[in-house]
């Protein structure tokens, strides 16, 4: 009998944001997920024994468990998408590895996402060579980690954003444990079959993320056909947490799920 039920997790880095971020492990648990995800929270790196211990005190406090978690990506708000194949972020990517790590280790946490670079300047075999230093070290906690695709429209100098284009980086990487992180909304602004692609590919996803299309809403504000994508997903075989990562202020949020 399939008992499956599609499962949700909310990204703290870009809902509850009006709240702090200790505070936003709570604030999920409140409204009835079980389990969180995370962009790189910290300002640099290597953080402090403090500022893990409290990061980790607020996750288990809430009884949520951390789903996913972006390696140090750089400066997010002011553009930057990872550190990867750039030849001035490498050593801080590589110095945030064992951080990353292990703070998912501690929490359980079985995906970790390592975002290319921006940039005309990227090295494509520098990012072959630290997604397989992360696979590596991933594999050790029995983690998996996720190359994501973007859009060009935010995106513009994101050099990964197609499916196609993760998934030739992927095979080249060579590693059992690193896989496709499906962000619907990105590919979908990209103008790929969403549906198509999940009933061809799914095999391939190690992580799934979701807003709609056009606005980087909740689901039921744009176009894409969100009931269905869930049962295609279901039919597919995928039995991970689907990360919530649009945008919403106000009341309602989460309304969609009850319809």
Request: aromatic fraction near 8%.
């Amino acid at each position: 009998m399939n008992t499956y039920v599609v499962r949700f997790d909310v990204n703290l880095s870009i809902l509850f944001t009006d709240l702090p971020l200790l505070e936003r492990p709570a604030a999920a648990a409140k409204h009835g997920f079980d389990a969180v995800e995370l962009w790189w929270p910290f300002d640099g790196p290597d953080p402090t024994e403090a500022e893990l211990a409290a990061l980790r005190q607020a996750v288990e406090d809430a009884g949520v468990r951390l789903a996913g978690l972006n390696f140090d990506a750089g400066d997010m708000a002011a553009g930057e998408r990872g550190l990867l194949a750039r030849p001035d972020g490498s050593a801080r990517f590589q110095a945030n590895i064992e951080a990353a790590v292990r703070l998912a280790g501690e929490l359980g946490c079985g995906v970790l996402n390592a975002l290319y670079g921006n940039g005309p300047d990227t090295d494509r075999d520098l990012a072959v060579a630290n997604l397989r230093r992360a696979a590596d070290a991933a594999a050790g906690i029995g983690a998996t980690v996720v190359v994501e695709a973007l859009n060009s429209h935010e995106n513009p100098n994101y050099p990964i954003t197609s499916s196609q284009a993760a998934f030739e980086l992927i095979d080249e990487v060579d590693r059992e444990n690193v896989a496709f992180l499906a962000d619907l909304y990105h590919l979908h602004r990209m103008g790929e079959d969403v549906l198509a692609l999940i009933d061809r590919h799914c095999a391939r996803f190690g992580h799934v993320q979701i807003a709609d299309d056009p606005g980087r809403g909740r689901p039921g504000t744009g176009r894409m056909p969100y009931p269905e994508i869930f049962a295609r997903l279901e039919a597919a075989g995928y039995r991970g947490h689907i990360g919530l990562e649009y945008r919403h202020e106000g009341p309602g949020a989460f309304d969609w799920r009850q319809g």
